[in-house]
């Protein structure tokens, strides 16, 4: 796995995001594939 990747799926599972909460979690994804 790229370190890039490796520091994403950490931020990204660390980022508490509950259920009605998800907009700070959907704003990661966003950041991540807005390269792509």
């Not at 994403?8 to 995001?17: C, D």
């Amino acid at each position: 796995m790229r370190p890039e990747s490796f520091a994403f799926l950490e931020k990204y599972l660390n980022n508490p995001s509950p259920t009605g909460f998800e907009k700070e979690g959907q704003k990661l994804w966003l950041e991540y594939i807005k390269p792509y």
